[in-house]
């Protein structure tokens, strides 16, 4: 059974430091992985989703890699600020007898403080 | 504007009651997912969806039902017999083949009084 990690489970950083966050899973036979962004309350911000024929994937400050051999991704965040509050999941996007589906990680709580 | 809509945003229910939650989208995708959050946890699948007249269960179904009779609608119905409804209730969907990109709702809160 697929099974995702994330750690650290909460983080808090000073405004301007970069960071990482990680995701592992434990069957590498993945089709993708998608990074989503979510708000105190609210539904998930798709992030970054990256292809399992790819090994990463960017857009602005964010940089998410994918080493399937290893069961990792991780999330970088170049600058960081206060608006990037949030929790941040990962999913694995798997093949199974009927379609696919996604298993999520438990998601890490990130603190930009000003 | 595309995109998903849940609603209600926050629904409460009485022991012994049945409530459905709506989820429609008008991305044009075949696919459509429940899941539910719970504080601390992460995400976990209740019912998902392939294809109209079609939809199986996830890890945690019981004391839920669903029906997919329109492309564009997921409802899910929590049942009297779900123990511990109380929860955040998220509806997604997504292109049944290709990209996989999974674009979520906004969310219901479900709280039994």
């Known amino acids: 059974k697929q099974e995702v990690t994330q750690i650290p489970a909460a983080l808090s950083v000073p405004e301007g430091e970069n960071l990482v966050l990680n995701c592992s899973f434990t069957d590498s036979a993945i089709y993708n992985l998608q990074w989503f962004r979510q708000d105190p309350g609210k539904g998930l911000t798709s992030l970054l989703l990256i292809q399992s024929s790819q090994r990463e994937q960017t857009s602005g400050r964010l940089n998410a890699s994918l080493d399937k051999s290893s069961g990792r991704s991780t999330l970088y965040i170049a600058a960081s600020q206060p608006g990037d509050s949030a929790t941040y999941l990962c999913a694995v996007i798997k093949k199974g007898n009927y379609g696919q589906n996604f298993v999520f990680g438990p998601g890490t709580r990130l603190s930009v403080l000003p | ?113």
């Not at chain 2, 996830?58 to 009779?69: F, L, M, N, T």
Request: a neutral charge; glycine letters at 8%.
């Open chain 2, 1 to 113: 504007d595309g995109g998903i809509t849940q609603s209600p945003k926050y629904l409460f229910r009485k022991e012994g009651q049945n409530v459905t939650l709506s989820c429609e989208q008008n991305l044009n995708h075949d696919a459509m997912y429940w899941y539910r959050q719970d504080p601390g946890q992460g995400l976990r699948l209740i019912y998902y969806s392939q294809i109209v007249n079609d939809f199986q269960k996830g890890d945690i179904a019981e004391g839920y039902s669903v029906s997919r009779e329109k492309k564009e609608s997921f409802p899910l119905t929590v049942t009297s017999a779900q123990k511990n409804p109380t929860a955040f209730y998220l509806c997604a969907s997504s292109i049944a083949r290709g990209s996989t990109e999974a674009f979520f709702g906004q969310g219901t809160r479900l709280t039994v009084v």
